[in-house]
């Protein structure tokens, strides 16, 4: 499985953007895909995740702002990102978890000015 994530950038607060995530390869096997993100010093956290049924689960911190969406047609999933605030900034990985491993997109980067 390869992953392609894009579309991040530098936006101002309360702005929002939108991150996509094209898959290719065994995509099939692909059982939850997700979005994390990682500030400067800071761990690697879990932002968004959509399982294959549908099902959705969000951080505390996004939830009722971001929106994780899939189009199977195009193999990717979306992370809409609305009134975005300083502490969304960081890196932003997609990922791909199929019943043998976990599979990582390249970072994309997200700004967030006040």
């Known amino acids: 499985v390869q992953l392609q994530a894009s579309g991040g950038g530098l936006v101002q607060t309360g702005e929002s953007l939108r991150l996509s995530c094209t898959g290719s390869?065994?995509?099939?096997?692909?059982?939850?895909m997700g979005w994390y993100r990682q500030a400067p010093g800071k761990q690697r956290e879990m932002v968004a995740q959509l399982t294959n049924g549908g099902a959705t689960n969000y951080a505390d911190s996004v939830r009722d702002r971001f929106t994780i969406s899939r189009d199977n047609a195009k193999d990717t999933v979306y992370l809409q990102m609305n009134s975005l605030k300083a502490e969304d900034a960081g890196t932003y990985y997609c990922s791909a978890r199929t019943i043998r491993t976990n599979y990582w997109g390249q970072g994309t980067l997200v700004t967030v000015s006040s």
């Open positions: 390869g065994s995509i099939n096997s692909i059982l939850i």
